[in-house]
Nanobody, 128 residues
Framework: QVQLVESGGGSVQAGGSLRLSCAVS????????MGWFRQTPGKAHEAVAA????????YYADSVKGRFNISQDNAKNTLYLQMNSLKPEDTAMYYC?????????????????????WGQGTQVTVSA
């Protein structure tokens, strides 16, 4: 089981930036999608971005392309989400999640049901 602990959320004005961090443990030796999702009250998880730990390829939702950047620091066992040009509609609880990948089966990176391990979330609030 992978343990995930997010940090870095907060309140910012539109146009500002935040960097979310996710400390990861329990994942050594396996390949994953490491993803960021967000959720607002009453709505389902929305996939934001993910990175494939095997080759470092990254994936983004259309709504954040060009503004957000996902990265990983393997030495620090940390996943990041750099969020720039934030908009009020980016306001949500942001979650870090892990989807273990197995040979011969590659799920869609945005399929939240494939992610079995989740952090507790960190709140991002963007004011107009």
């Amino acid at each position: 089981q992978v343990q995930l602990v997010e940090s870095g959320g907060g309140s910012v004005q539109a146009g500002g930036s935040l960097r979310l961090s996710c400390a990861v443990s329990g994942h050594a030796g396996n390949t994953y999608y490491m993803g960021w999702f967000r959720q607002t009250p009453g709505k389902a998880h929305e996939a934001v971005a993910a990175i494939y730990t095997g080759d470092g390829n990254s994936y983004y939702a259309d709504s954040v392309k060009g503004r957000f950047n996902i990265s990983q620091d393997n030495a620090k066992n940390t996943l990041y989400l750099q969020m720039n040009s934030l908009k009020p509609e980016d306001t949500a609880m942001y979650y870090c999640a892990a989807a273990r990948l197995y040979s011969g089966y590659v799920p869609e990176w945005f399929a939240d049901n494939e992610y079995k391990d989740w952090g507790q979330g960190t709140q991002v609030t963007v004011s107009a």
